[in-house]
């Protein structure tokens, strides 16, 4: 029996695959085994795979005839899992060599259910690779005093991603957790593994290549449809474990409501740069989103934003639509015009994020 399965779902990332397959064929960890499931890949990315399981027996290859969601894919592989942890990678990004080991010793040490390392994200800005690095404390938690702690991994989103993290399979399989079937479906699978999660170690050290955008590519401009309602579905899940863990005081709940106020911003930026919908579409979304009852949520609650996003938030506080409107147009031309610095103040704003010099 290994003592870690790695699982990564595969899509039409024949370019990066490779890399991503010996981050993990090159850990100094060795007790694991590998299941890459081929999600319908049309573009070669199925070769690529099938060249490196020919020349290592831990690599388990499944297919799918079609694309399906990636939860779909994983909870497949999740099901036939041999190990005592999992762990989770995409297909486009990379990890550090030592990285299984040192979390894995973590999680036997401290018999953890949970553990969470920080990771890098890596932009390509004018041609040039820029990458930040967002780390938690390094502390092993007890159930109790992880909870009080959670809001500021969670709104730094170090608890909301999966590809940092060891889960206990048994703790999963005990606990019934899957992915649920879905968009945007990492911050409920996390969401549900800390409802009742028990030991948690965080380790400091980033380990993960996470790309937020590419050389010749920037895909947070891609516009998704799923975005506005996506968010409101992930504060709902969120105040559900709070509620659940007895926690409503007055500074977690800011803390959160904060966290909401920098996505809702987002979100507004997004839909105002679609450029697959006219203004009128755009501004019945942007009402959408202000009248939301989880904005009022984080307008009712927010507290001490750092300046920049609270002038930000001011169209978003006022429910006004076209105040929203000409935000949004200029976060768009600002990101345009000034790409490297909107990445190093969202890093900073949004993840206190330290740029790797």
Known sequence: MPSITVVMPVYNTKEYVGKAIESILNQ??????????????????????????????????????????????????????KGQYLYLIDSDDWTLPDMLEIMYNRAVEYQAEYVVAGYFMDYYVNGKM??????????????????????????????????????????????????????????????????????????????????????????????????????????????????HWGISDRETMAQLANYHMGRLVQCVAQTVANSQTDKKSKKEELKEIVDDKYTDFAIRNVKKQPFKMAVLSIPI??????????????????????SGL????????????????
């Open 342 to 357: 909107y990445y190093k103040m969202r890093a900073d704003v949004a993840q206190n994020a330290k740029e790797n010099k």
């Open 28 to 81: 100094t960890f060795r007790d694991y085994e590998f299941i890459i499931i081929d999600n319908g890949s049309t573009d070669g990315s199925g070769e690529v795979i099938d060249k490196y399981a020919a020349a290592d027996p831990r690599i388990r290859v499944l297919r799918n005839k079609e694309n399906v969601f990636i939860a779909e894919a994983r909870n497949k592989a999740i099901e036939l899992a």
């Open 317 to 338: 506080k006022m429910r006004n639509v076209s105040l929203c409107y000409a935000m949004g147009s200029c976060v768009g031309f600002f990101k345009s015009k000034f």
């Open 130 to 243: 820029v990458s930040y690095t967002v780390c938690p404390d390094d502390k092993n938690y007890e159930q109790e005093e992880f909870r009080k702690n959670a809001v500021k991994y969670l709104t730094r989103t170090i608890l909301t991603v999966p590809w940092n993290k060891l889960y206990s399979i048994p703790y999963l399989r005990e606990h019934n957790i899957k992915f649920c079937n879905t968009k945007l479906e990492d911050h409920h699978f996390n969401m549900d593994i800390i409802m009742d999660v028990n030991r948690v170690c965080m380790v400091e050290k980033p380990f993960y290549h996470y790309y937020r955008s590419r050389q010749g590519t920037d895909s947070e401009l891609v516009y998704n449809k799923f975005l506005n309602q996506k968010k409101r579905d992930h504060l709902e899940h969120t105040l559900q474990v709070y509620e």
